[in-house]
């Protein structure tokens, strides 16, 4: 069955970078995108951006354009997600979440999501 | 790119129709069928219901049901019952291989 297992939760100050990973199984993790979606306390859903695990190609939302990373390593099927120059409002839940496949950028499959806390 | 506009909350009574609704513009919402909804209990992970404006995976109840009228997207959940109180998100492709979450609807069960 697919799973996407995510790391622990993070405890950053101010300034600092997290790096998230994503493990996926019981699919090719080639064959399709994933996605990063975060929800701050109190908050709605929102897209960061997605990764070709195949050709490494990423999209990301224009908002975190130069703030995101998203990369993969194929021979251990994870994904990852590094955010840079943290604030206290970067303090969220952080889900990555596979791609249907159809085209549409739907997301059928979620990890368990990883609270990243950013405190001084 | 803004988010889609919800409505914040909407609550309907066990066996009603409720009908939320996405607005955007002919840069996302109207501008493709790739729509989607999302229900969002808290404390778990999203859970796809609709694709594609109004396709639904395997799995999921033939209770909801999407559509879309130019620059608006709806879902319908017809014969409310008490689990499917929960956040709703919808969401859309836009232009360069983006998405675009609505700001999401709590729905609650009275």
């Known amino acids: 069955q697919v799973q996407l297992v995510q790391s622990g939760a993070e405890v950053k100050k101010p300034g600092a970078s997290v790096k998230v990973s994503c493990k996926a199984s019981g699919y090719t993790f080639t064959g399709y995108f994933l996605h990063w979606v975060r929800q701050a306390p109190g908050q709605g859903l929102e897209w960061l951006g997605w990764?070709?695990?195949?050709?490494?190609?990423?999209k990301y939302a224009q908002k975190w354009q130069g703030r995101v990373s998203l990369t993969r390593d194929t021979s251990t099927r994870t994904a990852y997600m590094e955010l840079t120059s943290l604030k206290s409002d970067d303090t969220a839940l952080y889900y990555c979440?596979?791609?249907?496949?159809?085209?549409?950028?739907?997301?059928?499959?979620w990890g368990q999501g990883t609270l990243v806390t950013v405190s001084s | 790119q803004s988010a889609l506009a919800q409505p914040a909350s909407m609550s309907g009574s066990p066996g009603q129709s409720i009908t939320i609704s996405c607005t955007g513009s002919s840069s996302d919402v109207g501008g493709y069928d790739f729509v989607s909804w999302y229900q969002h209990h808290p404390g778990e992970a999203p859970k796809l219901i609709i694709y594609e404006v109004t396709h639904r995976p395997s799995g999921v109840s033939n209770r909801f049901s999407g559509s879309k009228s130019g620059n608006t997207a709806s879902l319908t959940i017809s014969g409310l019952q008490a689990e499917d109180e929960a956040d709703y998100y919808c969401?859309?492709?836009?232009?360069?291989?983006?998405?675009?979450f609505g700001g999401g609807t709590k729905l609650t069960v009275l």
């Open positions: 990764i070709n695990p195949n050709s490494g190609g990423t």
């Open positions: 969401t859309s492709y836009i232009l360069g291989g983006r998405v675009v």
């Open positions: 979440a596979r791609d249907l496949g159809t085209g549409d950028l739907s997301f059928d499959y």
